[in-house]
């Protein structure tokens, strides 16, 4: 054979590309299966979870703990709660969970109804100018009495122009009515703790009675505890019921012992009702037997009730 070219058939061999295809090429961003999209969690969605991979349909949508949480049940029956938005898939598409449009327009117009009213539960009243105080005044025992009223029908009572007004106690009602000299337009509501027979309050009580004078303008009630905070329902405390305090020990401060928190002083005392009207956040959290008390009181000022003799609480 001849020398010269080789007697073959010569073929374009493919470069030899270490690094592959340019990695840039393309829209690099999209996500493997495409971009997520907003997908409401609407109940009966079916949807996987990307980083536990538990799949299961949508049976609820709540906020705990200051975030929306979705509940996926899976076919065994078996509940789990995810954080809602983005990390799931649907129909093998990524998906990101939004709260339904329906629950949002729930929750709005409960948020609005909640806005009208006020923490007694009444309607809220247009804001209108500041109103001259009436000459009617409600009463009641001391400061933490005060600032529970005020807490929960302090709305109702600057609408109505009403003062509440500390009694350093009640030992000598029947003087207090006096001094004041209530009138047909000048009435006086007053609210007693533990008023129930054969108490010390409820001779107090009976003494002021006897001011017959005054009478048909004063109204005196109370309800059967040994103190407002014992008004605060016991389940605000993680309570079945308030605990009994032995004789002989401050009931305050056997109060702050039971629930575990400082109660040598009345700086600890102070501090502990703070904590406990905290948990009041409207008339829904004190008990029947208050409330139907100081609404009597409202009445009974604002109304212009036909008036009578002075009430006692029998407990």
Not at 167 to 178: K, T
Not at 191 to 198: A, E, I, K, Q
Not at 235 to 261: C, D, F, N, Q, V
């Amino acid at each position: 054979m001849a020398l010269g070219a080789p007697d073959c058939q010569v073929y374009d061999a493919p470069v030899n590309d270490r690094y592959g295809r340019d990695v840039l090429a393309g829209d690099w961003k999209a996500a493997r299966g495409g971009r997520a999209t907003p997908i409401e969690a609407e109940t009966g969605l079916v949807v996987e979870d990307v980083e536990t991979g538990w799949c299961g349909a949508v049976v609820a949508v709540e906020k705990a703990g200051g975030m929306q949480v979705v509940h996926l049940e899976d076919r065994r029956g078996r509940v789990k709660g995810f954080p809602l938005g983005p990390g799931f898939l649907v129909e093998g598409r990524p998906a990101v969970l939004t709260v339904p449009t329906a629950r949002r327009k729930a929750d709005l117009a409960q948020a609005r109804k909640a806005a009208s009213r006020t923490a007694s539960g009444s309607i809220a009243a247009p804001r209108t100018p500041a109103r001259v105080a009436r000459r009617s005044r409600l009463f009641v025992e001391g400061r933490h009495d005060a600032e529970l009223v005020e807490k929960v029908w302090g709305d109702d009572l600057r609408a109505e122009g009403v003062v509440v007004e500390m009694l350093d106690g009640v030992d000598d009602l029947a003087a207090l009515i006096r001094d004041f000299a209530p009138t047909a337009d000048r009435r006086m509501g007053v609210l007693v703790d533990h008023l129930v027979p054969g108490t010390k309050e409820y001779r107090i009580v009976e003494e002021a009675r006897r001011v017959r004078r005054y009478a048909q303008h004063v109204c005196i009630v109370g309800h059967p505890y040994v103190d407002v905070w014992e008004s605060v329902r016991p389940e605000r405390l993680g309570w079945e019921r308030w605990p009994t305090i032995p004789r002989g020990t401050s009931w305050k401060h056997g109060i702050l012992a039971e629930l575990g928190w400082p109660h040598e002083t009345q700086a600890d005392v102070a501090r502990g009702w703070k904590r406990i009207l905290g948990t009041v956040r409207s008339y829904a959290d004190l008990q029947p037997e208050l409330l139907g008390r100081v609404e009597e009181l409202i009445d009974f000022v604002t109304v212009g009730a036909s008036g009578g003799p002075i009430a006692g609480q029998d407990g």
